[in-house]
């Protein structure tokens, strides 16, 4: 099994002058406990991390400091975060043998308290199914919009008992996910916040298993969530 740690963003709403997966939380790049969780999880066989441009070095010290024995490689991103799954992808084709299938973990760099429990949890059900997704229950009541920003009106409050949110890992059967962006790439405008959507939109008669998340596998996506995660990490 790899699992694809995507680095490639580069933090725009954390600000400053690094990616977020370089900022120090409690002495160690969050990059650094991100790779922590998967070299500590038997599952995984090897690690590769999609860096944003210009980081590579920098990822493969943090990877040395982590003590990761697992790493691939450490590739180039792409422009969105689609972008860098399908560069991992390509990766990950032209290093398994013609005709062999594998498993592939995605995950996002920027959860950097995923636990071991969701890494089995999604490892597991790899075993029944080829696509799967961590998700947990929406608290809030969700809403959708139309108008524009500032003269916005709800559009629909959908049902809260069936909404949940989407964390990473998501884990697929490599021929799966490498199919489904075969397909989207032949669709020129297709875009898709995660890669359980691609599967969904272009391959409709995979099922996509959704197995429990935490509220502590947090993305840490702005400041504050930054001083979240460190309170976490000192439980
Ligand atoms: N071109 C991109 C964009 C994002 N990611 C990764 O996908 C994860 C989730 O993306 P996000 O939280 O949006 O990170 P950024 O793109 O860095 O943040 P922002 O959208 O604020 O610029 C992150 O670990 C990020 O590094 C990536 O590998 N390649
Ligand atoms: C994949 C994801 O973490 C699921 O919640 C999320 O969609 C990533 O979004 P981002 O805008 O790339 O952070």
Redesign the pocket.
């Known amino acids: 099994m790899f699992a694809v ?10 600000g400053g002058p690094v ?3 370089l900022l120090e939380v409690r002495g160690k790049p969050v990059l650094g406990h991100t790779l922590e969780a998967f070299e500590a999880a038997p599952e995984v066989d090897r690690i590769l991390v ?1 860096m ?1 441009e210009g980081y590579g070095d920098q990822a493969r010290r943090i990877a040395n400091e982590a003590g990761v024995t697992k790493l691939a490689d450490v590739i180039g ?5 689609s ?3 399908l560069a991992a992808l390509s990766w990950i084709g032209s290093h398994v043998a013609p005709g062999e299938d594998c498993k592939v973990l995605l995950h ?4 950097m308290l995923v636990t071991g429990e969701i890494i089995a949890e999604v490892a597991g059900a790899l075993d029944e199914c080829d696509a799967v997704t961590v998700a947990v229950p929406a608290s809030d009541t969700v809403i959708e919009v139309h108008g524009d920003s500032g003269m916005e009106t709800i559009a629909a409050v959908p049902d809260r008992s069936r909404l949940r949110r989407v964390q990473t890992p998501q884990g697929f059967r490599f021929s799966v996910i490498r199919a489904a962006y075969a397909a989207a790439e032949a669709e020129p405008g297709f875009t898709a916040t995660d890669d359980c959507s691609v599967v969904l939109r272009f391959l409709p008669q995979v099922p996509v298993r959704v197995v429990p998340g935490d509220e502590r596998n947090l ?3 702005e400041p504050t969530d930054l001083a979240v995660a460190e309170a976490l990490l000192e439980r």
Not at 5 to 14: D, E, H, I, Q, S
Not at 77 to 81: E, K, M, P, T
Not at 108 to 111: G, I
């Open positions: 740690v995507l680095a490639g963003g580069t933090g725009k709403r954390m990616p977020k997966q999609v944003a991103g792409g422009a969105s975060r972008d860098s799954s996002d760099a920027a959860r993305k840490v996506t």
